[in-house]
């Protein structure tokens, strides 16, 4: 049987000037207490830029200026889910607004050299230099059932 493919959107803002990252931690689902990038899943009829303003404004009360696409990622989990998730990365340029706590997320700056990668998804290691860097990406994360990595391939792209 064929895994379902579910879009999805993580929007981040790298204040290069500053030498900052916004993530979020989840408050709440599989998640919890995990820093993060915004997103989630690209709602019907909704484009993917679209998803991710939505998504970055709903979780960290601030709004995107411009944004490019950055990377295309796969996850898979081998036994549990009968899903792939895809998902789609944006770089912020500009934000408007100060980042406030919501219900899913609570925003916070880190310094780039003090990203809490030990309190993150296994594969944030992988991608986000990648992303600080500047560089366009793609690849594929395959997870066990209790969230750890089994194997992952990563690429740098000239353009998206």
Known sequence: MEKKRVLMTLVLYHDSKNSRILLGQHKRGPGKGKWNGFGGKVEDGETLTRSARRELFEEANIIAGDMEKVGVL???????????????????????????????????????????????????????????????????????????????????????
């Open 74 to 160: 796969e996850f898979e989990d081998v036994n549990f889910k009968k899903e792939i998730w895809e998902v789609h990365f944006f770089r912020i340029m500009k934000i408007y607004g100060d980042p406030r706590e919501s219900e899913e997320m609570r925003p916070r700056w880190f310094g780039v050299d003090f990203i809490p990668y030990k309190e993150m998804w296994d594969d944030d290691k992988y991608w986000m230099p990648l992303f600080l860097e500047g560089k366009n990406f793609s690849g594929k994360f395959l997870f066990d059932t209790e969230g750890s990595m089994i194997s992952h391939e990563i690429n740098i792209n000239k353009k998206l």
